[in-house]
Structures are given as C-alpha cells and as structure tokens.
C-alpha cells in the first residue's frame, strides 16, 4: 500500500517561499507516477504540479513559473518548492500518486491532474498580504 506524509506547511506572508516535501513509502518507483494537489474547502481541487517518467515536470497555469517540483529517489522523497507566494495559492496541499496517470491533455498543453489514487492527509499553507 502506498504511503505519503506530507511536511513543511506553514503561514508565510506574500511574496515569501515555502517548500513541502512528501515522504513516500510502499511502492515500487516505476510503478507510479507523483505529484501534488491543493484544496480549499467550498472550491473544486487543483492539479499543481507532476512529475512523470524520466522527469518530465508539468504545472497548473496559476503556479507555472513559481512553484517547482522534484524527486530525491535514493531518499524515496518529493518535494515541491515554492516561491513568489500569493494569497490565493492558500490551501491544503496534498502529495499524491497514481499507477496510470498524473496529467492530462488540454489545449496543446499537458497539465497535472488532480485526482490520484493514493494521497497523503496534507498540509496546510497560509500566504497572507
């Protein structure tokens, strides 16, 4: 069974940076795809950021640019730094992952998913002005 725990949340003014790291467990790294969600309640869940094979990163238009994410495979780790931070980037992050896929075709673009097989309980981030 895959497991995700997810750390570095935190409150941080505008402008400021975080990074979230997710402590993955129980699967094979070939076997899934990863990457990371957000939710605030009473609005629909954003894809963020993925990480597909051979390390080909995608992201959500609203955090393109600012927000990057990575993979320490040897410490079974990922990662997504964030800078540049807005108060509307406030919400649960989640870490996630999925045996098939982790980002869909749109528009000529590929962009992260936001629904995954397996995810972590989150945390939080607060960015305030």
């Known amino acids: 069974q895959v497991q995700l725990v997810e750390s570095g949340g935190g409150s941080v003014q505008s402008g400021g940076s975080l990074r979230l790291s997710c402590a993955a467990s129980?699967?094979?790294?070939?076997?899934?795809?990863m990457g990371w969600f957000r939710q605030v309640p009473g609005k629909e869940r954003e894809g963020v950021a993925a990480?597909?094979?051979?390390?080909?990163?995608r992201y959500a238009d609203s955090v393109n640019g600012r927000f990057t994410i990575s993979q320490d495979n040897a410490k079974s780790t990922l990662y997504l730094q964030m800078n540049s931070l807005k108060p509307e980037d406030t919400a649960m992050y989640y870490c996630?992952?999925?045996?098939?896929?982790?980002?869909?075709?749109?528009?000529?673009?590929?962009?992260?998913?936001?629904?995954?097989?397996?995810r972590g309980r989150g945390t939080q981030v607060t960015v305030s002005s």
């Open positions: 996630a992952a999925d045996p098939t896929q982790c980002t869909y075709f749109s528009g000529g673009h590929w962009y992260p998913r936001s629904d995954f097989r397996y």
């Open positions: 129980g699967y094979r790294r070939s076997s899934v795809c």
């Open positions: 990480i597909v094979g051979g390390g080909t990163t």
